[in-house]
């Protein structure tokens, strides 16, 4: 396996046997349903890529210049809602995948394949370093009968150029994909100062980055992407009613209040971000919150005032602001002005209506 881009390997691999393989969860992922609508559009098309740990590669393709999101899950197996336990096995058949929704205008298929080839060994069977397993194969999920040729052209072109050995790459149509535990998703960005992320990936990193330069997304790109971010969601009864549990639906939609002191969160003294529950919009921070003795999560001020809208709200006799989620209006709790300072306000939140997400050491 000698290459002209070892540089880009070494130890991009080697850690992620220990670093991937230590969490393991039961909690069950949602499939991806593809967007049609929203992937017509605005004209983006899908690529699905394995090339060892998910962590990784979802790493690299997000700094790609008209990558518009990246997902990490699994595809190319046999049973229905694998969960990571599962996969880790190598008896599934599923592939660590990251699933990309590009725009072609601006980055092609080709381009993106010239990336994945240059960031993994495609000439070891079933293994990346020190990952070995089928769930670590390198593999491309074409989506279209364009993206089979394609790859295929790719990989007898571009791949058998940049390695001597014969490429093992997998070639085969995208069947069901399933979106990875919601801890794998933006690994890299969350957990920077892990220590392999500090000491291994980020020069790894540094040197994708100098190789295509060309190629990567600007301030401005991600300025647009933050902006998306905070974009309002609209869904019907019927769809929130599917992602949301009964509790969660009744507080969240229709206004309710849990009862003080039963939330997940009231004592919480973690340190870490309250998002949204409904929509995952960061809402409040822990550095903000204090004792207030009501049985409700309190917080003086939220994380950024356009994240939550407040209206009055005059029910059971009381003059108080109605505090919803700015992007999916989410019902969140209530705010009064009998809070500490430096606001003097009292943000008061039911817990089902938040997800907290624990800050990384
Ligand atoms: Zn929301």
Same mark, same amino acid.
Request: hydrophobic share 30%; glycine share 8%; proline share 4%.
């Given at each position: 396996m000698t290459i002209r881009y070892v540089f880009l390997l070494l130890g991009f691999s080697s850690i992620f046997f220990s670093s991937c393989a230590q969490k393991s969860t039961s909690s069950i992922p949602s499939t991806i349903k593809k967007d049609k609508e929203m992937i017509q559009k605005e004209g983006l098309e899908t690529a699905t890529l394995g090339a060892g740990c998910f962590w990784c590669v979802e790493a690299v393709f997000q700094e790609l210049k008209g990558v518009h999101s990246v997902v990490s899950g699994y595809t190319g197996g046999d049973i229905d809602f694998p969960n990571y336990k599962q996969i880790t096995t190598g008896l599934t058949g599923h592939a660590e995948v990251a699933q990309l929704k590009f725009d072609p205008k601006i980055i092609s298929f080709e381009e993106i394949l010239e990336v994945f080839w240059s960031t993994h060994d495609p000439t070891t069977l079933n293994r990346q370093g020190y990952d070995v397993g089928t769930q670590y194969r390198s593999a491309i999920f074409y989506e279209t009968e364009k993206q089979k040729v394609i790859a295929e052209k790719s990989k007898k072109e571009v791949a058998t150029e940049l390695w001597n050995d014969p490429i093992v790459t997998? *070639?085969?149509?995208?069947?069901?994909?399933? /979106? %990875?535990?919601?801890?794998?998703?933006n690994y890299y960005t969350n957990n920077p100062n892990q220590g392999y992320c500090r000491a291994v990936i980020n020069p790894k990193m540094e040197k994708f980055r100098k190789r295509f330069k060309d190629k990567l997304k600007t301030e401005e790109d991600y300025n647009i992407e933050e902006q998306?971010?905070?974009?309002? *969601?609209?869904?019907?009864?019927?769809?929130? /009613? %599917?992602q949301l549990d009964e509790m969660q639906y009744y507080v969240l939609r229709e206004q309710?209040?849990?009862?003080?002191?039963?939330g997940k969160y009231w004592d919480n003294k973690k340190e870490g971000?309250?998002?949204?529950?409904?929509?995952?919009l960061p809402l409040f921070s822990s550095k903000t919150k204090f004792k207030s003795g009501t049985g409700w999560p309190s917080f003086y001020e939220p994380l950024e005032a356009k994240n939550v809208e407040s209206e009055k709200d005059t029910s059971y006799g009381m003059v108080r602001s109605e505090v919803h989620c700015a992007r999916c209006g989410g019902h969140l709790g209530h705010v009064f002005d009998d809070g500490p300072k430096p606001t003097g306000l009292r943000y008061c939140i039911n817990s089902v209506s938040l997800d907290f997400e624990e800050e990384k050491p």
């Amino acid at each position: 396996m000698t290459i002209r881009y070892v540089f880009l390997l070494l130890g991009f691999s080697s850690i992620f046997f220990s670093s991937c393989a230590q969490k393991s969860t039961s909690s069950i992922p949602s499939t991806i349903k593809k967007d049609k609508e929203m992937i017509q559009k605005e004209g983006l098309e899908t690529a699905t890529l394995g090339a060892g740990c998910f962590w990784c590669v979802e790493a690299v393709f997000q700094e790609l210049k008209g990558v518009h999101s990246v997902v990490s899950g699994y595809t190319g197996g046999d049973i229905d809602f694998p969960n990571y336990k599962q996969i880790t096995t190598g008896l599934t058949g599923h592939a660590e995948v990251a699933q990309l929704k590009f725009d072609p205008k601006i980055i092609s298929f080709e381009e993106i394949l010239e990336v994945f080839w240059s960031t993994h060994d495609p000439t070891t069977l079933n293994r990346q370093g020190y990952d070995v397993g089928t769930q670590y194969r390198s593999a491309i999920f074409y989506e279209t009968e364009k993206q089979k040729v394609i790859a295929e052209k790719s990989k007898k072109e571009v791949a058998t150029e940049l390695w001597n050995d014969p490429i093992v790459t997998e *070639i085969t149509a995208l069947g069901d994909f399933y /979106k %990875a535990e919601d801890y794998h998703q933006n690994y890299y960005t969350n957990n920077p100062n892990q220590g392999y992320c500090r000491a291994v990936i980020n020069p790894k990193m540094e040197k994708f980055r100098k190789r295509f330069k060309d190629k990567l997304k600007t301030e401005e790109d991600y300025n647009i992407e933050e902006q998306k971010k905070n974009e309002k *969601i609209y869904k019907t009864d019927a769809e929130w /009613k %599917a992602q949301l549990d009964e509790m969660q639906y009744y507080v969240l939609r229709e206004q309710g209040t849990e009862r003080a002191f039963t939330g997940k969160y009231w004592d919480n003294k973690k340190e870490g971000t309250y998002n949204c529950a409904g929509c995952k919009l960061p809402l409040f921070s822990s550095k903000t919150k204090f004792k207030s003795g009501t049985g409700w999560p309190s917080f003086y001020e939220p994380l950024e005032a356009k994240n939550v809208e407040s209206e009055k709200d005059t029910s059971y006799g009381m003059v108080r602001s109605e505090v919803h989620c700015a992007r999916c209006g989410g019902h969140l709790g209530h705010v009064f002005d009998d809070g500490p300072k430096p606001t003097g306000l009292r943000y008061c939140i039911n817990s089902v209506s938040l997800d907290f997400e624990e800050e990384k050491p």
